[in-house]
């Protein structure tokens, strides 16, 4: 009998162990684009588009790959985007940056031994927006909008998606596209009295990286 409890908790053990040993991780670096959508501000009779501008980003991830298909990673973007208000012949730029953090689930459409394994990404976290532009005294569409040097931290939501490459046993590189939704940041694009901004922004991020698996 004893035999027997030993021998079953031995599969057990090998079992898990050999769960575990299938969990692979993947770390990684990349870069790439950032460009975002615009949104209405309204004084009156006078509209301008508040925005932030094209820009770039830089980004480093740490995933795990949990089953055949399913994975998670959690994420750090930096991005560098300059503010921007716009309306009639006028444009006002302003220097911003941002961080955001977040946890994405992925699915792949191939196990995770494939050498090509296209993904979608859904997920969760948040985005700082950071003002690093000089304020000035009287400001151009002041009637709009004040561009200011200041901070708003935003919930965030990811979606996205892209395809992962092997290289040899261990090296990874992807490419990917994904969308950043989050409110509109008043305090950085701070609405004059009497004007009206609100609504979601989408940013639109396309980056290579390089990784590693283990």
């Given at each position: 009998?004893?035999?027997?409890?030993?021998?079953?908790?031995?599969?057990?053990?090998?079992?898990?162990?050999?769960?575990?040993?299938?969990?692979?991780?993947?770390?990684?670096?990349?870069?790439?684009?950032?460009?975002?959508?615009?949104?209405?501000?309204?004084?009156g009779?006078?509209?301008?588009d508040?925005?932030?501008?094209?820009?770039?980003?830089?980004?480093?991830y740490?995933?795990?790959?949990?089953?055949?298909?399913?994975?998670?990673?959690?994420?750090?973007?930096?991005?560098?985007?300059?503010?921007?208000?716009?309306?009639?012949?006028?444009?006002?730029?302003?220097?911003?940056?941002?961080?955001?953090?977040?946890?994405?689930?992925l699915?792949?459409?191939?196990?995770?031994?494939?050498?090509?394994?296209?993904?979608?990404?859904?997920?969760?976290?948040f985005?700082?927006?950071?003002?690093?532009?000089?304020e000035?005294?009287?400001q151009?569409?002041?009637?709009?909008?004040?561009?200011?040097?200041?901070?708003?931290?935003?919930?965030?939501?990811?979606?996205?998606?892209?395809?992962?490459?092997?290289?040899?046993?261990?090296g990874?590189?992807?490419?990917?596209?994904?969308?950043?939704?989050?409110?509109?940041?008043?305090?950085?694009?701070?609405?004059?009295?009497?004007?009206?901004?609100?609504?979601?922004?989408?940013?639109?991020?396309?980056?290579?990286?390089?990784?590693?698996?283990?």
């Open positions: 009998m004893k035999g027997r409890i030993l021998a079953a908790s031995a599969l057990l053990l090998l079992s898990v162990s050999e769960r575990a040993a299938a969990q692979t991780w993947e770390v990684g670096v990349g870069g790439g684009g950032s460009f975002y959508t615009s949104k209405t501000v309204t004084a009779r006078v509209t301008g508040a925005k932030l501008g094209n820009g770039w980003m830089l980004t480093g740490l995933g795990n790959n949990v089953s055949e298909r399913w994975g998670g990673e959690i994420r750090y973007a930096y991005q560098q985007n300059d503010l921007q208000l716009q309306s009639g012949g006028t444009t006002v730029n302003f220097g911003a940056r941002s961080h955001a953090i977040h946890y994405d689930f699915f792949h459409a191939t196990k995770r031994e494939a050498r090509v394994r296209p993904f979608v990404a859904f997920g969760a976290g985005k700082g927006y950071q003002g690093t532009g000089r000035v005294p009287v151009p569409l002041s009637n709009l909008a004040f561009l200011t040097r200041t901070n708003d931290w935003k919930p965030l939501i990811s979606v996205g998606g892209g395809v992962k490459f092997r290289l040899g046993k261990n990874m590189i992807r490419a990917e596209i994904k969308d950043y939704i989050t409110q509109v940041p008043t305090n950085l694009i701070a609405p004059a009295p009497g004007a009206k901004l609100s609504g979601w922004f989408h940013n639109f991020v396309a980056m290579f990286g390089v990784g590693w698996v283990f």
